[in-house]
C-alpha cells in the first residue's frame, strides 16, 4: 500500500513511513515530532482505508490517503481514489459505499434512540449501539437494511436520528461469503 501525502500544492506519492518522513521534513512549516512519525506509522500499518488529516498548527493540516497507486500521475489518473483490499473496514463508507463486494457483512451503528421518561410524558434521546451481520452487496446495502431493521421494530421510537452512513458513528467490515470464517 502506498501513501498520497499533500501539503498545499506539495504532494506526492510515497511507498514507506521513512518515504513519507523524508518528503515531510523537508516541507517548511512542517515540523515532524516523534508522536506524529509514531501516529502515521500506526495509520499505515492500519486497514482503515479512510484519508487521514494531521494537524501542523491551528486550521492548517497535511492529508494522507492509502494508495495502490505507484506513481502521482497514476493517482490523479484514478481521481484520486484508492483501490479497496478485500476483508478491510470502512469506517465512514467514503467512495467505497457503492462498490459491489457480494457477502456477509457485519455492521455497527450508534444512533439517538427516543427514550420515555418514567412519570413525566418526556422523552430523552440515548446513545444507543446496534450491530449486526447482514448479507449485502456492498457497505450501503448494509446500512440500510440495519436502519430499515430498526426502524421497522416496535421498541424503536419513529422520532430516533440515524446517522449518515458517511458519519463515524457508522461502521462496516466485510467478513466473506461466509461468516463463520471470521473469529
Given amino acids: 500500500m502506498n501513501l498520497y501525502i499533500r501539503y498545499f500544492d506539495e504532494e506526492c506519492v510515497v511507498n514507506s513511513a521513512e518515504e513519507a518522513f523524508d518528503f515531510l521534513s523537508s516541507l517548511s512549516g512542517v515540523t515532524l515530532d516523534e508522536a506524529m512519525m509514531n501516529d502515521l506509522r500506526e495509520y499505515i500499518e492500519s486497514p482503515m482505508p479512510y484519508p487521514k488529516r494531521y494537524k501542523v498548527r491551528p486550521r492548517v493540516y497535511f492529508i494522507v490517503i492509502k494508495t495502490t497507486a505507484t506513481t502521482l500521475a497514476e493517482f490523479k489518473m484514478n481521481g484520486g481514489k484508492g483501490q479497496v483490499i478485500e476483508g478491510m473496514v470502512t469506517e465512514g463508507a467514503n467512495s ?7 457477502g456477509w457483512y457485519e455492521g455497527e451503528i450508534l444512533f439517538k434512540r427516543v427514550i420515555p421518561i418514567p412519570g413525566t410524558g418526556k422523552f430523552q434521546y440515548q446513545d444507543t449501539h446496534f450491530k449486526a ?49 471470521e473469529g
Fill in 96 to 102: 467505497t459505499a457503492s462498490t459491489d463486494l457480494p
Fill in 133 to 181: 451481520r447482514c448479507k449485502a452487496h456492498n457497505p450501503q446495502e448494509c446500512y440500510d437494511r440495519i436502519v430499515e431493521h430498526l426502524r421497522s421494530r416496535q421498541d424503536v421510537d419513529m422520532r430516533s436520528q440515524f446517522p449518515s452512513i458517511k458519519g463515524k458513528n457508522f461502521t462496516c467490515s466485510y467478513l466473506g461469503m461466509n461468516p463463520e470464517q
